[in-house]
T-cell receptor, first 114, second 112 residues
Framework: DAGITQSPRHKVTETGTPVTLRCHQT?????MYWYRQDPGHGLRLIHY???????DKGEVSDGYSVSRSKTEDFLLTLESATSSQTSVYFC?????????????FGPGTRLTVL | GENVEQHPSTLSVQEGDSAVIKCTYS??????FPWYKQELGKRPQLIID?????GEKKDQRIAVTLNKTAKHFSLHITETQPEDSAVYFC???????????FGSGTQLTVLP
């Protein structure tokens, strides 16, 4: 658990404001992921990264952007937050042993958009 | 893309009984199937996984079975205890996709 941290852990913001969430890892893993978790929907992939400056879209990427300038940090940005983006956001990391994709999650960030 | 369906959405069992959660997947190329446990307010934790080259895997009181022909896999928990109460998520992935697709979760409640 100590290998992945997220900041902030809680945030309340207003509609239309920009928000950036940070995921930091000390495991030197290649792959990093951002998910959102909403009741009844499980975990849905927003964006993921397969290396520094290498990112790709997931299932629910509209309204979100990401950046990865260092192996250890993966940032998720909501350019103009909306109430539909109120959610719990989880970061995950993976080294992808062989062809499998074991992912380990950070503690989460609870975001409320008023 | 991959679609994973999970049933039931809620499950209540008496302490000591067994619990079974089932998932189906759509992509026949999927080859990795993990299960996560999430306690209230906590992060999802990987509890067991199975790869497509085996049909069953056990770890103490939990086991997972995989039927590739029918494209479904199941989590079995025996001798349930109150600390097993949590939300359980299944997921599926194929190696080249690098992504996990999750089911919608099962709230398991173990009654004392």
């Amino acid at each position: 658990d100590a290998g992945i941290t997220q900041s902030p852990r809680h945030k309340v913001t207003e509609t239309g404001t920009p928000v950036t969430l940070r995921c930091h890892q000390t495991e030197n893993h290649r792959y990093m992921y951002w998910y959102r978790q909403d009741p009844g929907h499980g975990l849905r992939l927003i964006h993921y990264s397969y290396g520094v400056k290498d990112t790709d879209k997931g299932e629910v990427s509209d309204g979100y952007s990401v950046s990865r300038s260092k192996t250890e940090d993966f940032l998720l940005t909501l350019e103009s937050a909306t109430s539909s983006q109120t959610s719990v956001y989880f970061c995950a990391i993976s080294e992808q042993t062989g062809s499998y994709n074991e992912q380990f999650f950070g503690p989460g960030t609870r975001l409320t958009v008023l | 893309g991959e679609n994973v369906e999970q049933h039931p959405s809620t499950l209540s069992v008496q302490e000591g009984d067994s619990a079974v959660i089932k998932c189906t997947y759509s992509d026949s190329a999927s080859n990795y199937f993990p299960w996560y446990k999430q306690e209230l307010g906590k992060r999802p934790q990987l509890i067991i996984d199975i790869r497509s080259n085996v049909g069953e895997k056990k770890d103490q009181r939990i086991a997972v079975t995989l039927n590739k022909t029918a494209k479904h896999f199941s989590l079995h928990i025996t001798e349930t205890q109150p600390e097993d109460s949590a939300v359980y998520f299944c997921a599926a992935s194929r190696g080249s996709a690098r992504q996990l697709t999750f089911g919608s979760g099962t709230q398991l409640t173990v009654l004392p």
